[in-house]
């Protein structure tokens, strides 16, 4: 059983940062790829930012500048450190994670996502 926890999500005004946290648990050989997503209201889901184990990050146009995604491949752990915030930055974040684990026999990888965070930025 694996379980990816999401933490740091809240109102912000406009300019102000926040700081979101994902760590994963469970059955765990190695956690693989990370990266943050978000659904603003009305909209599809889309990628905010994506990290490999190695530290290689990509970021969305959108948020180039402004975010920074980090992980702590100790804790397992991956944060998303969302400075000068706007409102249409305003979504549910998701963190998503591909992760290597024991099957019955042999291991495999699979694709994880957490519960979902709120972040609300006013105008």
């Known amino acids: 059983q694996v379980q990816l926890v999401e933490s740091g999500g809240g109102l912000v005004q406009a300019g102000g940062s926040l700081r979101l946290s994902c760590a994963a648990s469970g059955s765990i050989i190695s956690v693989n790829g990370m990266g943050w997503y978000r659904q603003p209201p009305g909209s599809e889901r889309e990628l905010v930012a994506t990290?490999?184990?190695?530290?290689?990050?990509t970021y969305a146009d959108s948020v180039k500048g402004r975010f920074t995604i980090s992980r702590d491949n100790v804790k397992n752990t991956v944060y998303l450190q969302m400075n000068s915030l706007k409102p249409e930055d305003t979504a549910v974040y998701y963190c998503n994670a591909e992760i290597t684990r024991a099957r019955i026999i042999g291991v495999g990888r699979y694709n994880y996502w957490g519960q979902g965070t709120q972040v609300t930025v006013s105008s």
């Open positions: 990290i490999t184990s190695g530290g290689t990050t």
